[in-house]
């Protein structure tokens, strides 16, 4: 009976009746719900985008930073015979880590880039023909660096999308040639355009490879050299065969460096799963304040339809008297109610649901954050606003339900 | 129906003591019968009317509907009863402001679980036995005081009662629109129903065939129309 047809239209009557008083009564139904919509909104645009992000890194990539030591750690370090990360590294993890699907030195080179009298603010970066593979980028056209290219050190050049298009246009690049710092490069290949986010508002910091302009580590060793560290390279990308192997990979990967650095710690061993955590991690924040002021609206909310309510029953005692009168029974008027705390919540919620993507649409304009609009976060959102109403809607119900029929009959 | 009170009393708190509303009425009402309860303000005439619709339990003593008794049913079997089995006529018509005049008198459908097109049908049914049958769509509010008593008793027909409840039914109506409901409320007599009836009206009570003078929460003398002096009880005494 409660949830019965009729109760529904005539809880749904009753808030049409009172169209303002209704309004102002869901206004913290409406506050609350909109706050669970946007902070979930919110909360899956910014998960949605660490995920991708880190897929761009790779869920089984580990990274090994080179670490400027400074002071007294670069003294002990010179003590030591540690000279950095150096391509020698690269080979080490290569041959001693097991579960390793590719290892690919990197190293950022502070370079010139120019064609036809266009200086190019992208950046170059040296490394092997295995980069590819490890971080699976692909040309679009042409090719990426090749084994000869490296082993030959070659003076070729494969260029990201954006790199491309700053000196090309639409032009083909393929074949032209480049030039880094004082050296001439052919460009044998363009990458494809990976969907990358710069940026503070970039939840996980990714590099954007759509800029980089690829030449081999060879190459750069002879043509673009490092005058303040000789043959010393700035990452190793390693590619481990499955991603539930990345955390021993990067412990061993760890105990090697060390080995060969002589303990000496000029390197971070960065797991961007581990990013991604930590990207939850702020995440979390958010979503307690959000959640919080979500709580305490429907609190509030729920607390003011129960006032209302309240005055409802008192105002309609004679309606009640009258249905106990004509065969109503307790439970009826419990059902009717209550119902209609339910209509008048549940209406809150869905104009709740509204605002709560108007504001995450809002967010999304003004402060470039991603959002995600998603069926399931409406869906909890409404649940809860009708939980709110069967909550608070209980107490006045059941004093409606219990009114004695004749002192409700003879109520003035 | 047949109704029979033994012995009932019915008293209410009120302030620091006890109202006695009732001191202990014993009678009974036959099925088909037309029965008018009279008396002064506070004799009990009310209280045993709710009493007997089942709108209320007794502080002691028995009530039986059909052999039924009653006053210990639990509520869904009381509101159940008067559902089914009861019609009541209030003086201030008491119909609900908010639905219109079709919808007041399928309110007692509803709680039989009668579905929304049948309930439609039966109550426009009602109200055209009423006389009403063209005013289906109006609010209480847009209806003489007479035409909401007669919505008031086309809901008290809807359901096929065995009994109507009166409370001053005409007590609000001046007396040609008194007399207009009161033939209505007749008519079901005629065709079985029992009929009980709360008045001050003497003119009123002389259409029925049965007075019972209440004074004081006790029965003072009852009266058939075939006993002499009708109604104006025994040696004469002048009825309230």
Wanted: charged residues 25%.
């Amino acid at each position: 009976m409660p949830w019965s047809v009729d109760n529904v239209r005539i809880g749904i009557r009753n808030l049409l009746a009172h169209k303002l008083r209704s309004v102002l009564t869901m206004l913290g139904v409406i506050f609350g719900v909109a706050a669970v919509v946007s902070m979930l909104s919110i909360a899956g645009g910014a998960r949605r985008e660490a995920v991708e992000q880190i897929r761009l890194l790779g869920t089984n990539h580990v990274r090994v930073k080179h670490r400027e030591l400074v002071g007294e750690a670069r003294e002990q370090a010179d003590q030591r015979g540690s000279r950095g990360l150096r391509r020698q590294d690269a080979a080490i993890l290569t041959e001693g880590l097991p579960d390793v699907d590719g290892v690919a030195p990197v190293r950022f080179v502070d370079a010139t880039v120019l064609y036809g009298g266009q200086e190019s603010t992208g950046h170059v970066v040296a490394t092997d023909e295995d980069y590819a593979h490890v971080t699976g980028v692909r040309a679009r056209e042409g090719r990426f660096l090749s084994p000869l290219d490296v082993r030959g050190a070659k003076r070729v050049a494969v260029m990201g999308a954006d790199a491309k298009d700053e000196l090309f246009g639409f032009r083909n690049a393929i074949g032209r040639r480049i030039r880094i710092d004082d050296g001439w490069f052919t460009v044998v290949g363009v990458l494809e355009r990976r969907n990358v986010r710069e940026g503070k508002e970039a939840v996980v910091e990714v590099r954007n490879v759509n800029r980089d302009i690829f030449v081999p580590i060879s190459t750069a060793s002879i043509r673009l050299p490092d005058a303040r560290r000789e043959g010393a390279i700035d990452e190793i990308a390693i590619r481990v065969d499955g991603d539930d192997r990345v955390p021993r990979t990067a412990r061993i990967a760890g105990r090697l460096l060390a080995r060969a650095h002589r303990g000496v710690e000029d390197f971070d061993i960065v797991i961007p799963a581990e990013l991604l955590a930590r990207a939850r991690q702020t995440q979390r924040v958010f979503n307690i304040v959000m959640g919080s002021i979500a709580a305490i609206s429907l609190l509030v909310g729920g607390i003011g339809i129960m006032n209302v309510m309240l005055t409802s029953v008192t105002e309609r005692t004679r309606e009640i008297g009258i249905r106990r009168a004509v065969g109503a029974t307790q439970r009826a008027i419990l059902g009717q109610f209550l119902m209609e705390t339910v209509v008048v919540s549940a209406a809150g919620g869905l104009l709740g649901i509204g605002l709560g993507f108007a504001m995450a649409k809002g967010i999304n304009l003004f402060a470039g954050w991603a959002t995600v609009i998603s069926l399931p976060a409406a869906g909890l959102a409404f649940g809860i606003s009708a939980l709110v109403g069967v909550v608070f809607g209980v107490y006045p119900a059941r004093r409606a339900a219990r009114m004695d029929p004749i002192t409700a009959l003879r109520f003035e | 129906m047949q109704i029979r009170l033994e012995d009932v009393r019915k008293s209410y708190p009120m302030g620091e003591g006890v109202l006695r509303a009732l001191r202990g009425v014993t009678l009974s009402i036959e099925r088909g019968e037309y029965v008018v309860f009279m008396g002064p303000s506070g004799s009990g005439k009310s209280t045993l009317l709710h009493l007997a619709g089942c709108l209320d339990r007794p502080s002691s003593g028995a009530c039986w509907l059909d052999g039924e008794r009653v006053e210990d049913l639990p509520d869904a079997a009381l509101s159940g009863l008067r559902n089914r089995k009861i019609g009541f006529v209030f003086q201030s018509f008491h119909l609900i402001a908010q639905l219109d005049v079709v919808e007041n008198v399928e309110v007692p459908l509803y709680y039989a679980g009668v579905e929304p097109r049948k309930r439609r049908e039966l109550a426009a049914q009602a109200l055209d036995a009423v006389g009403l049958a063209t005013r289906l769509a109006h609010r209480p509010n847009q209806l003489s005081g007479g035409e909401r008593q007669r919505v008031a008793i086309a809901r008290a027909l809807v359901v096929r009662p065995e009994i109507i409840l009166a409370d001053e039914p005409t007590g609000n109506l001046d007396s040609r629109t008194g007399d207009e409901v009161m033939e209505l409320l007749e008519k079901q007599n005629a065709r079985g129903v029992t009929l009980v009836v709360v008045t001050h009206d003497p003119e009123k009570a002389r259409r029925a065939r049965r007075v019972v003078q209440m004074r004081d929460g006790l029965v003072a003398w009852e009266q058939h129309s075939d006993d002499e002096g009708f109604p104006h009880g025994p040696r004469g005494a002048a009825i309230q």
